[in-house]
């Protein structure tokens, strides 16, 4: 019997299952999604733009132009004042945003991270993403410490009324039972998030897990005037205020902002840090407009890192 032939052959077998592996988990990365390893968009991004009828010359920057252009909402509209209405020439719209990343739960691929990071949003959101925290924790991920990267953007009555507040209707979002509040209403996103924890039944090990609230303050604009942070300028300030040593992050968002922030994080942060965003499926309420928005923010942030590449 020929050893050498069969260990030959069984060593080849393993490293084309390990090649395999190692090539779907790149396909899975979010940061492949809108465009390759070499910064070309791909298939799924280019079925969108054909879909939207936005005309382009293949170029990431001519991508990028045309999608600030036509999908981003106007300057200093928050995304449920969006009312845009697109129109597509595609019959399964649905499928184009799946294909995309946009739409299903994204899950992290580790038990261990040295942080976790819980973007800052409306209370809905929150409540989604804390829940999908909690959901993690039960399931076995462990972290050393929590960052909610927020700030002190005022808080929207249509939206983030004393009603939607106080009381909680999400079905997924764990309460105390029983809960009541005392005190005085949050005013502010992070004084928003502190109100949410303080209602969310969190499991008793996690509570002692030590929560850095990264309360940003809001930026002052070049004509003078003040708008709210955005996950940029809380990442700033994080870096600022504790000059973190670096490590494993996992982010936690929900859909469909979990590729655009991810983006977000990658392009801020030191290259030192080993970054992952997850989250939950998409809520119910998420249309078309939001999406397009999202992603065209994804594609800014991807054409910023290609211009970086490029300098390096």
């Known amino acids: 019997m020929n050893y050498y032939a069969i260990l030959t052959i069984t060593l080849s077998i393993v490293l084309q299952s390990c090649c395999n592996e190692m090539e779907n988990g790149m396909e899975k990365k979010l940061s492949h999604v809108v465009v390759d390893e070499h910064y070309n968009p791909t298939q ?13 010359d293949g170029t990431l920057f001519n991508i990028f132009t045309e999608t600030q252009k036509w999908w981003l909402r106007p ?3 928050e995304r449920w004042e969006n009312q845009t209405v697109f129109t597509f020439n595609h019959n399964n719209v ?15 691929s580790n038990q261990h991270y040295n942080y976790v990071i819980l973007l800052g949003a409306t209370v809905e959101s929150v409540r989604n993403r804390l829940a999908y925290l909690i959901t993690l924790w039960n399931n076995g991920v462990r972290f050393d410490s929590i960052i909610i990267l927020t700030g002190q953007r005022p808080l929207d009555p249509t939206i983030e009324s004393p009603e939607l507040l106080l009381h909680n209707n999400s079905t997924t979002f764990p309460c105390k039972p029983n809960w009541q509040f005392n005190g005085q209403l949050p005013r502010t996103e992070t004084e928003m998030i502190k109100l949410v924890f303080d209602q969310a039944d969190i499991p008793t090990e996690l509570k002692n897990i030590p929560v850095y609230f990264i309360d940003t303050p809001m930026q002052l604009t070049e004509n003078g005037a003040l708008r709210r942070p955005n996950t940029l300028d809380t990442i700033k300030e994080w870096l600022k205020l504790y000059n973190p040593p670096t490590g494993s992050i996992l982010a936690i968002s929900n859909q469909p902002f979990v590729g655009y922030q991810d983006a977000v994080l990658r392009y801020y942060l030191p290259k030192s840090f080993v970054i992952e965003t997850v989250g939950s499926d998409c809520l119910t309420n998420q249309n078309s407009t939001t999406m397009l928005d999202s992603l065209a923010r994804w594609i800014y942030c991807e054409y910023q890192m290609y211009k970086k590449a490029l300098m390096a």
């Open 44 to 56: 799924a991004l280019l079925n969108i733009l054909q879909a939207t009828n936005i005309k382009h």
């Open 94 to 108: 649905s499928q184009l945003f799946e294909d995309l990343a946009l739409v299903h739960e994204i899950e992290p």
């Open 75 to 77: 300057s200093g509209q």
